[in-house]
């Protein structure tokens, strides 16, 4: 199995920065896609960014400009910069990764628990 651990969540002013970590840890063979998505209370979980294993990132249209997502596929582990932060942006970010253990392949979903970024206005 593989485990995801997040870090970097907190409480910021609207307009500052803060910059989240992922480690994957466990049985892991082979990561693709490493990614963060985001759940505001009430709403429904949306992607944030995604980035695979060969670098090309995605971005939901509202981050594009403010965040940048990166990976570090030798240490199993995903950022993303969060710059210019908005109430908006105030959720539970989870990491995201789609992976597989062991040979043969069996790609599966893996998240993190989750952590909490908060922006005051």
């Known amino acids: 199995q593989v485990q995801l651990v997040e870090s970097g969540g907190d409480l910021v002013q609207a307009g500052g920065s803060l910059r989240l970590s992922c480690a994957a840890s466990?049985?892991?063979?082979?990561?693709?896609?490493m990614g963060w998505y985001r759940q505001a209370s009430g709403k429904q979980r949306e992607m944030v960014a995604t980035?695979?294993?060969?670098?090309?990132?995605n971005y939901i249209d509202s981050v594009k400009g403010r965040f940048t997502i990166s990976r570090d596929n030798s240490k199993n582990t995903v950022y993303l910069q969060m710059n210019s932060l908005k109430p908006e942006d105030t959720a539970v970010y989870y990491c995201?990764?789609?992976?597989?253990?062991?040979?043969?392949?069996?790609?599966?979903?893996?998240w993190g628990q989750g952590t909490q970024v908060t922006v005051s206005s």
């Open positions: 466990g049985s892991i063979f082979l990561i693709n896609v």
């Open positions: 995201y990764s789609y992976g597989s253990p062991s040979i043969p392949l069996r790609f599966k979903d893996y």
């Open positions: 980035v695979t294993r060969d670098g090309t990132t």
